[in-house]
């Protein structure tokens, strides 16, 4: 039985995920990050209602 449920699924490649979330990102040039942020590091930007958007820094910007 545990053998059989390991084997469900399979490992994505990064074309299967784009598929999947239909291949969009979202980047925001004005956001927020701890103490002095570079390339890859976690930031966070307003979705304006409220909350944020979680991301990390690509090409000086914040990107989902």
């Known amino acids: 039985m545990k053998k059989s ?15 999947i979330h239909g291949g969009r990102s979202f980047c925001a040039s004005m956001f927020f990050c701890a103490f002095d942020c570079g390339e890859g590091d976690i930031c966070a930007f307003p ?17 989902l």
């Open 5 to 19: 449920i390991f084997n469900l699924g399979k490992v994505l490649d990064k074309t299967d995920q784009k598929a």
């Open 47 to 63: 979705n304006g209602l409220g909350g944020v958007n979680r991301g990390t820094i690509v090409n000086g910007q914040c990107c």
